[in-house]
């Protein structure tokens, strides 16, 4: 059974900075993409990052130059590191596996999801 666990939440100032972290268990598929997304209050899911079983990584338009994705293959693990942070940046943070996909073809449909980390940015 795939399990994704996150962590690293908190709250934070604007211009702070924070690592989400998720590690994944019971996986066993070779080819994969992983996934950061998030949800505020009110609004739809949409994606932050992803990086895939290549390296290659994708950004929101709003997240680039300040979040960098990154993976501990050794570990079952990927990173989300934040700076820079920003009120808009608040959100419930979701980490996301999708097997056979790549950073091209990930989308928020047929994913295994962890159950969020929270990330609050004060002004």
């Known amino acids: 059974q795939v399990q994704l666990l996150e962590s690293g939440g908190g709250s934070v100032q604007a211009g702070g900075s924070l690592t989400l972290s998720c590690v994944r268990s019971g996986y066993t598929h070779r080819s994969y993409c992983m996934g950061w997304f998030r949800q505020a209050p009110g609004k739809e899911r949409e994606a932050v990052a992803y990086?895939?079983?290549?390296?290659?990584?994708s950004y929101a338009d709003s997240v680039k130059g300040r979040f960098t994705i990154s993976q501990d293959n050794a570990k079952n693990t990927v990173y989300l590191q934040m700076n820079s942070l920003r009120p808009e940046d608040t959100a419930m943070y979701y980490c996301?596996?999708?097997?056979?996909?790549?950073?091209?073809?990930?989308?928020?449909?047929?994913?295994?999801w962890g159950r969020g980390t929270q990330v609050t940015v004060s002004s």
């Open positions: 990086i895939d079983t290549s390296g290659s990584t």
């Open positions: 996301a596996a999708a097997p056979g996909r790549t950073v091209a073809t990930m989308t928020p449909d047929h994913n295994y």
